[in-house]
C-alpha cells in the first residue's frame, strides 16, 4: 500500500507539472494507479454495503479500463513526451501553439523567456492579448499570415531581431487543429550579414577612390568625390584635406565635404597657425593617427588642439597623415559635429588607404609636371640650337660670300679708278656740251660702281675694328644729328629713351655710327614709302653684361619669307637703283665683329624692331641723358606695333 501511494504522490505531481496536451494522459494513468486501491480500501472498510463485498476485482476492472483508454485513443506509449522534454523544451527559438479558437496552448521555455511570464500565466490565454499586447507581432492575432518574416522585438529598451515562422497543425484525418508560431533570434545573424555588407561597401568605396585618383584629368575635383565618399561610408559629418606651406608653419583646407545641413567653413580655414594643433603635427611627422572619440575628454596637454575643434563645433575627430614624397604634406580628417563617435577600424582603414592613394596621386601629378617642364626646356632649347645652328649657317654663308666679294672687288677698283680719272680729264679738254653732259652721265655711273665696290671691300673686310671707351648713348647722339634735318623734313618724328646709366664699352666708333645711321635710315625709308609720316624710337638699355639697342618704328613690317633673308649681301627688295642690298649684311659683320648680336622682330602692319646687344668691357658710366622710366617706353611701344601699314618692307 505504501508503495501504491507513492506512485500515486509522483502521478499527481506529473500531472500538475505536464502542459495540457499531456494532463489527459497524466489523469488516466492517476485513475489506473488510484482504482485498486480505492477497491481495496471500501473492501476493508465498515461502510455498507462494501463491509461485506470483495470490491478488489471491481477496481482492477477500472484501473484496466482507463490504461486501454490510455493505450489507444490516448497514445500512452508515444515518444512525444520524451521528445518534448528533451528537444522542445532545450531548443533556443522560441514556439507557441495556438488552437483553433487562437488561444495559447503550448509555449516552450524560450518563449516564456520572450515574454517575461511562465507557461502556467499565459496557457489558455487568448493569441491576441499575449502575442499582439506583449510582442506587437501582428495587428490582427486572428487573421495571421502563414510564412516566413522578419520582425523586431523591443525588449527592455533593446530591439531584437527575429525570423517569425507561422505554421499550420494539422491532425491525421486533415483537419486543422492549429498554428505552430515559432520565433528565432537572428542577431548574430544580422551581425554578420551587416559586417559582410560594411566590408563590400568598403571595397567598393576604396575601389572607386582609386580609380578616380588614377589617370585624372582634375585631381581637385577627383579629391573632392573622394571626400565625399569618405565621409559617407564612416557616417562623419565632415571630411577635410589640409596642406602645409613650404616652410611648415601653417596649414590651408584646400578640400571640404560637409553632410546635409551642415555649413561649410572652408573660407574660415586658411593660413592657420600650426600653433594651434602643434601636438598633432608632431604625431603625424612621426606617421601616427590622431584619434579623438570626444572632444570634451580630451586629455591634459592638448588645450590648444581642444580650443580648436570646440570653436568649430567638432565632437570627434580623426587624422592621417598625408605623405608626398616621403614628406609631410598634411593631413585628412574626419569629423562629427553632433555627437561624439566611435571611429571604427574600417573608418581608420579607409582613411590611411585614401591618404596613401592621394599620396601616390600628387607625386604622379608632381612628376607630370616635372616631365612636363622639362620638355619645355627641351623644346626651347631645340629652338635655340636650330637658331644657333642657322646663325651659324648665316655666318659662314657670309664668310664665304665675303672671301668672294673681296677678290671681285679688288679686281673692280682699278679699272673703275682709271675710267673715273680718264673722264675726269675727258671733261677738262672736251668743249661741246652734248659730249660732257654723256661724260657727266660716266662720270657719276663710275662714282656708283665705285661706291659699290668700297662698300664690297667694308663687308669683306677682315681687319680688326679699331676699339676704344666709347659711349653708346654719345653715339647714337651723333647719328641723330646726322639725320635730324633729313626727318624733319620728312614729318618723321624721333623719340629717344636713352638710359644715362649706361657704362662705356670698347667698341669702334665710326662703325656703330655707319650700323645705326643704316638702321635710322632704312626705318625713315619704310616710313615714308608706307604712310607718309610716322615715328622711330630709339631705346638704350643695360641687360646683365650687354648693352642692348632697340631701333623700333611704325612702318609696314617685313614679311616672314622676307625676314629669314635680310640680311644676305645683295638681297634686297628695293627698286633698281635705290639700294645694293649690303646695308644690313656689312651692318651683321660689324656686330659680329664686336662679338655681340643682332636680331630683327616684325609682323606686316605692326612694325619693325632691329635689336642689338654688345658686351660690357668698361667700368665707367656717364650721365648724359635723364633717365626714362621703361613704363613710358612700354606704352609708346605698344601703340607702334600696334599701327596698320602697307605691304612694303626696308633693309
Not at 605692326?606 to 660690357?616: A, D, M, Q, R
Not at 650721365?623 to 599701327?643: A, C, G, P
Amino acid at each position: 500500500y505504501l508503495l501504491i501511494s507513492f506512485g500515486i504522490f509522483c502521478m499527481i505531481q506529473a500531472y500538475f507539472r505536464a502542459s495540457s496536451p499531456y494532463r489527459t494522459q497524466a489523469s488516466v494513468l492517476l485513475v489506473g494507479a488510484i482504482a485498486p486501491l480505492a477497491a481495496s480500501l471500501l473492501s476493508l472498510s465498515d461502510i455498507e454495503p462494501f463491509a461485506f463485498m470483495d470490491t478488489t476485482p471491481f477496481g482492477f476492472t477500472v484501473s484496466g479500463l482507463a490504461l486501454a483508454w490510455g493505450l489507444f485513443l490516448l497514445r500512452l506509449l508515444d515518444v512525444v513526451p520524451v521528445a518534448r522534454d528533451s528537444v522542445i523544451n532545450n531548443m533556443p527559438d522560441a514556439m507557441f501553439v495556438l488552437n483553433t479558437l487562437n488561444r495559447v496552448v503550448d509555449m516552450n521555455p524560450a518563449a516564456e523567456k520572450i515574454l517575461g511570464q511562465p507557461a502556467s500565466e499565459v496557457l489558455g490565454q487568448p493569441a491576441s492579448q499575449v502575442i499582439e499586447e506583449n510582442l506587437g507581432l501582428f495587428d490582427d492575432a486572428e487573421n495571421i499570415v502563414y510564412g516566413r518574416s522578419e520582425i523586431v522585438v523591443t525588449s527592455e529598451n533593446t530591439q531584437v531581431p527575429y525570423e517569425l515562422n507561422v505554421a499550420a497543425v494539422f491532425e491525421e484525418n486533415g483537419r486543422q487543429a492549429g498554428r505552430l508560431v515559432m520565433l528565432r533570434d537572428i542577431t548574430d545573424r544580422k551581425r554578420a550579414d551587416t559586417a559582410i555588407n560594411h566590408r563590400i561597401e568598403f571595397e567598393k568605396t576604396i575601389s572607386t577612390i582609386s580609380s578616380r585618383l588614377v589617370g585624372i584629368a582634375d585631381i581637385n575635383e577627383a579629391i573632392d568625390d573622394s571626400l565625399k565618399s569618405i565621409g559617407i561610408f564612416s557616417g562623419a559629418r565632415q571630411s577635410h584635406l589640409f596642406f602645409l606651406n613650404e616652410e611648415g608653419t601653417h596649414v590651408d583646407n584646400t578640400h571640404e565635404w560637409c553632410a546635409d545641413g551642415v555649413l561649410p567653413n572652408i573660407s574660415e580655414l586658411q593660413n592657420l597657425n600650426v600653433i594651434s594643433m602643434m601636438y598633432w603635427i608632431k604625431l603625424l611627422r612621426e606617421g601616427q593617427v590622431v584619434t579623438i572619440f570626444d572632444v570634451s575628454e580630451m586629455p591634459d596637454g592638448t588645450q590648444n588642439e581642444k580650443q580648436f575643434l570646440e570653436q568649430q563645433g567638432i565632437t570627434s575627430f580623426l587624422a592621417v597623415p598625408l605623405f608626398v614624397e616621403q614628406k609631410l604634406e598634411g593631413f585628412i580628417g574626419l569629423e562629427n559635429i553632433d555627437n561624439p563617435k566611435g571611429w571604427t577600424a574600417a573608418d581608420l582603414l579607409l582613411l590611411r588607404t585614401c591618404s596613401d592613394v592621394m599620396g601616390n596621386a600628387f607625386e604622379r601629378n608632381r612628376a607630370e609636371n616635372r616631365i612636363r617642364d622639362a620638355n619645355r626646356e627641351l623644346q626651347t632649347a631645340l629652338e635655340q640650337l636650330k637658331s644657333s645652328q642657322a646663325q651659324l649657317m648665316q655666318s659662314d654663308k657670309l664668310a664665304a660670300i665675303g672671301q668672294l666679294v673681296s677678290g671681285v672687288a679688288h679686281e673692280l677698283n682699278n679699272p673703275l679708278m682709271a675710267i673715273s680719272g680718264t673722264v675726269e680729264l675727258m671733261q677738262v679738254y672736251v668743249n661741246d656740251d652734248l659730249a660732257k653732259e654723256d661724260l657727266q652721265n660716266l662720270h657719276s655711273n663710275t662714282m656708283r660702281a665705285t661706291s659699290i665696290v668700297s662698300n664690297l671691300l667694308s663687308f669683306a673686310r677682315k681687319s680688326e675694328p679699331e676699339k676704344k671707351y666709347i659711349s653708346i648713348n654719345e653715339t647714337i647722339e651723333s647719328v641723330i644729328r646726322l639725320r635730324s634735318y633729313e626727318l624733319n623734313l620728312d614729318d618723321i618724328e624721333l623719340v629717344e629713351y636713352l638710359d644715362d646709366t649706361l657704362p662705356n664699352t670698347m667698341a669702334d666708333f665710326q662703325q656703330l655710327q655707319q650700323v645705326f645711321l643704316n638702321f635710322i635710315i632704312n626705318a625713315e625709308q619704310a616710313i615714308k614709302e608706307a604712310h607718309g609720316k610716322g615715328k622711330i624710337f630709339i631705346q638704350t638699355r643695360l641687360t646683365g653684361d650687354y648693352v642692348r639697342i632697340d631701333f623700333i618704328d611704325d612702318g609696314p613690317g617685313i614679311p616672314h619669307e622676307v625676314k629669314a633673308r635680310i640680311f644676305e649681301p645683295f638681297f634686297t627688295t628695293k627698286d633698281v637703283g635705290k639700294g645694293t642690298g649690303l646695308g644690313l649684311s656689312i651692318c651683321y659683320g660689324i656686330i659680329q665683329e664686336h662679338n655681340g648680336q643682332i636680331s630683327v622682330e616684325s609682323a606686316v602692319g605692326k612694325g619693325t624692331t632691329f635689336s642689338i646687344e654688345l658686351p660690357v668691357t668698361g667700368k665707367s658710366t656717364v650721365t648724359y641723358h635723364e633717365k626714362l622710366e621703361n613704363s613710358n617706353f612700354d606704352d609708346q611701344l605698344d601703340r607702334i606695333l600696334n599701327v596698320q601699314g602697307g605691304d612694303e618692307w626696308h633693309e
